[in-house]
């Protein structure tokens, strides 16, 4: 009676043990699971905030196109003191070269905008630049934060 | 005669709020622009029935200078 007793106890204690070490099992597998998640919680943290940046720089983009396209139509119907509009397609036909080089102009200074979105320093000399005629004409809010319009 | 002539082109493209002197510059004075500058250069070649050359007009920042430009043009 007591060898028997003593034998269940022993199963007993050992069924225990399995449980135990299936437990254990259960919970190290838990764990790599949580670690799993945590690492994909991150990435997506990450992949959030290179949304957000990318984001930002399309606004950034937005914005400098918005202002170089209303200096570009400014400048092709501006209005004299005289209230004639500016005849862009007949100063072009005359004066070729100068549109040609105008506009040219314009064109390193948008490179530059896209520069300065990126990322790129301004120049002393864009820093400096408060009068019209040394300023990036195209986005001249990111390039001369010095310059105030008239 | 005709730098009374190349004033009025200027008057009446700039206007006359702000004062038109020789030293006055066409974009940091009178709020012009580039193409200001070729705008008012047609112009007084209509104005004056005179032709100058596009090359003599690129440096052009100042009224003196277009002054400069006009009277070597004009015969």
């Given at each position: 009676m007591l060898l028997a007793s003593a034998g269940g106890g022993v199963l007993y204690v050992k069924k225990l043990q399995g449980d135990l070490d299936t437990a254990k099992g259960n919970i190290i597998k838990l764990e790599d699971g949580i670690n799993e998640q945590k690492a994909v919680i991150a990435q997506q943290e990450a992949d959030f905030e290179a949304i957000t940046s990318i984001r930002n720089d399309l606004e950034d983009t937005n914005r400098m196109l918005e202002t170089a396209n209303r200096n570009l139509n400014e400048k092709f119907n501006k209005l004299n003191a005289s209230g004639e509009r500016r005849d862009i397609g007949a100063l072009s036909t005359s004066r070729p070269l100068s549109i040609q080089r105008i506009l040219n102009k314009d064109e390193v200074n948008e490179r530059r905008c896209f520069e300065i979105i990126q990322g790129a320093e301004l120049t002393e000399e864009e820093l400096n630049a408060t009068k019209k005629s040394k300023?990036?004409?195209?986005?001249p809010e990111l390039a001369n934060p010095n310059y105030i319009p008239y | 005669m005709w730098k009374e002539k190349v004033m009025e082109v200027l008057e009446g493209h700039f206007g006359t709020k702000k004062e038109i002197t020789e030293?006055?510059?066409?974009?940091?004075?009178?709020?012009?622009?580039e193409i200001d500058i070729v705008d008012v250069t047609v112009q007084i070649c209509e104005k004056l029935d005179i032709s100058i050359p596009e090359e003599e007009t690129f440096?052009?920042?100042t009224v003196q200078e277009l002054l400069d430009v006009v009277e070597k043009n004009v015969v």
């Open positions: 300023i990036n004409t195209v986005c | 030293t006055s510059h066409f974009l940091d004075d009178l709020d012009g622009d440096d052009i920042g």
